[in-house]
């Protein structure tokens, strides 16, 4: 953001000696491009599109006498939103100053929708500032707010519009085996030129990412290794994602690893919209390999989540006789995929004690604990003095409650005659309203 001091203009038919006393126009001028491409284009931090528009905008404040006394800029941010940085600075300092004109090169500079235009329109009349576009005739007239709501009109349409035809052409690409997307670490896009000189975007395998994701495949799928274990080999061997001129490369977290071998990509496939479409690409991974990769991750995300489903009502309570740790409940799977509960010493698990208590059958802890249960029983005469020291408890706790209440009941009583008392002394003139207050 920069603020830039343009000289004031002598209007025509006013002489120099009268210009001095003449109140100085101020204005804002607000620059705004779509694409990050667009604001570094040429090499530049504002590329080409900024620099021609503050030009303009600098012409028509020439053109009203203005003088532009800030600048606001927002680069490589759509209109769709008005939760611009940018913006959201100039209608706080418009707010809080004394500014005539808002200069912009286009009204789809400020937004592309009518209900923002509506909404940034009010802020700008609520602060008394003039809209000006240095390319449209607008004003405040009625021909002008007519030219002004038929041109958001045609920003909105042509917002939506291109959305459309975006979609539209991503779709029939994936369709012919393109890649509609930013490719997946392992592969580059790139860009090339024809004979004829047009401009074709494709993606290649990356000679050096490439071998280790294929790598990456063929370990996990050996099943001797987790997602976590993975990831550090893969980091212990160099693997790090593609620099860009905003973000450095870095090595893979664990969600990423994840994604990347759930991606179908890696096989040829391209997902998209939740289809799945063959891809024109060069696949890294044969597709069994792939399948067998998903099979080991479904698998171990199913054991984590029976875990979870099959609580059962004895977990958290049993103690190992051994050693006195808690037990804890496990599950195992045979070969056949038939699952088995067991509870296990926590102490032998996590090698903290020298526990050799082996694990026990959920079914048999569970006979074992209802055998416990049927040997404890208690005499008539027990359960009798257990019945009585029940039952004065419950009216020891009841007296005491009917006393609380009774004694609330007359602090209540006492208060009401102290307030009665108080009426009547200042209806017979003995207090005065403020006293009585």
């Not at 789809?108 to 000006?132: F, M, P, Q, W």
């Not at 390319?135 to 041109?151: A, F």
């Not at 099979?295 to 099959?310: D, E, F, G, N, Y």
């Not at 009774?406 to 008392?421: G, P």
Request: aromatic share 6%; charged share 25%; with cysteine.
């Amino acid at each position: 953001m920069s603020t830039i001091t343009a000289p004031t203009l002598i209007p025509a038919g006013v002489t120099s000696d009268h210009a001095e006393d003449m109140p100085v126009l101020l204005a804002v001028s607000y620059l705004r491009v779509s694409t990050r491409e667009q604001a570094e284009r040429g090499g530049t931090d504002e590329g080409f599109s900024i620099p021609a528009q503050r030009e303009a905008n600098q012409r028509k404040a020439d053109e009203l006498g203005a003088r532009i006394v800030r600048e606001f800029i927002d680069a490589g941010e759509s209109a769709r939103s008005a939760d611009r940085d940018g913006l959201q600075d100039m209608l706080a300092f418009i707010a809080a100053s004394r500014v005539q004109f808002c200069i912009v090169h286009k009204l789809d500079r400020l937004a592309r929708n009518r209900a923002d235009d509506v909404k940034i329109h009010e802020a700008l009349i609520s602060a008394g500032v003039t809209l000006v576009s240095a390319t449209e005739s607008i004003d405040q007239t009625p021909s002008g707010m007519l030219v002004h709501g038929i041109m958001s009109s045609i920003a909105e349409f042509y917002s939506r519009n291109l959305a459309t035809e975006v979609t539209k052409g991503l779709t029939q690409k994936v369709a012919q085996g393109g890649t509609p997307m930013r490719a997946p670490i392992g592969y580059l896009n790139v860009r090339r030129t024809d004979d004829a000189g047009r401009e074709t975007r494709t993606v290649e395998v990356d000679p050096e990412r490439a071998p280790l994701i294929t790598w990456a495949f063929e370990r996990y799928a050996e099943g001797e290794t987790s997602v976590a274990g993975l990831l550090r080999d893969l980091t212990a061997r160099g693997l790090v994602t593609v620099p860009t001129p905003k973000r450095p490369s870095k090595p893979l977290g664990k969600n990423t690893l994840y994604k990347l071998l759930t991606n179908p990509y890696y096989a040829g496939v391209i997902r998209y919209k939740g289809a799945l479409y063959p891809g024109a690409h060069e696949p890294i991974v044969e597709p069994a390999l792939f399948d067998t990769v998903q099979s080991l991750l479904r698998a171990r995300t199913a054991k984590m989540t029976r875990h979870v489903q099959h609580a059962h009502h004895l977990k958290g309570l049993l103690h190992c006789g051994t050693c006195g740790s808690r037990m804890l409940l496990d599950f195992a799977t045979n070969p056949r995929g038939v699952t088995y509960a067991y509870f296990v010493c926590s102490g032998r698990a996590s090698k903290k004690t020298g526990c050799t208590r082996r694990a026990v059958p959920v079914a048999v802890a569970e006979r074992l604990v209802a055998d416990s249960y049927a040997s404890i029983t208690i005499n008539d005469q027990t359960y009798r003095d257990l019945a009585a020291k029940v039952d004065a408890a419950f009216d020891k706790r009841m007296a005491g409650r009917d006393q609380e209440i009774a004694d609330l009941m007359a602090n209540r009583a006492k208060l009401e005659a102290e307030s009665d008392k108080l009426l009547a002394a200042h209806f017979a003139d003995a207090i005065d309203l403020p006293t009585l207050k």
